[in-house]
């Protein structure tokens, strides 16, 4: 049950994270979303755990989870479906890489082990799913503070 609890935990500010970079990576409002946003994290988060832990089906989790984000940025912000899908690729690649530079970057440590990036739980995972949620923030936070990012989406 706590394992559930946290996974769910992490995986809401995980989405968030990658919201909030996405959005401020190309100057959209986020505020005025904030409870949309934070439905599509909570659900997200469910959706991942459903996914990944209790049907054991981790493979399409990224996939269908991009195109809830694309279904989501049309829907919910009204952006049009062909530019939702490009902010929503180039912003889930920019969160994954950050992802791939702690999990090298830790494993080149030697703080996880290789085959930590095929678990879904445990300490190694926690780790580099934490430190790249919080690069995510500082970096969304610095593009905010700064008015910096791209500016062609209406």
């Not at 439905?39 to 997200?44: D, E, R």
């Not at 899908?85 to 912003?91: L, S």
């Not at 879904?120 to 949620?133: D, R």
Request: glycine fraction near 4%.
């Amino acid at each position: 049950m706590t394992e559930s609890l946290i996974y769910i935990t992490l995986s809401i500010f995980d989405c968030l994270a990658y919201i909030f970079l996405i959005l401020t990576l190309y100057m959209l409002p986020v505020w005025n979303y904030r409870y949309r946003i934070l439905s599509f994290a909570l659900f997200i988060a469910v959706f991942s755990y459903t996914m990944r832990i209790v049907l054991e089906l981790p493979k399409f989790d990224l996939a269908l989870q991009y195109i809830f984000l694309v279904v989501f940025l049309r829907f919910c912000m009204k952006i049009k479906t062909h530019i939702a899908a490009f902010i929503g690729g180039a912003g889930l690649t920019c969160y994954i890489t950050l992802q791939m530079f702690f999990y090298y970057s830790f494993n080149l440590m030697g703080a996880v082990p290789q085959n930590a990036i095929e678990y879904n739980t445990g300490y190694s995972v926690y780790a580099i799913q934490v430190s790249s949620i919080a690069m995510a923030y500082i970096i969304a936070t610095l593009l905010f503070i700064t008015r910096k990012g791209f500016t062609f989406i209406i």
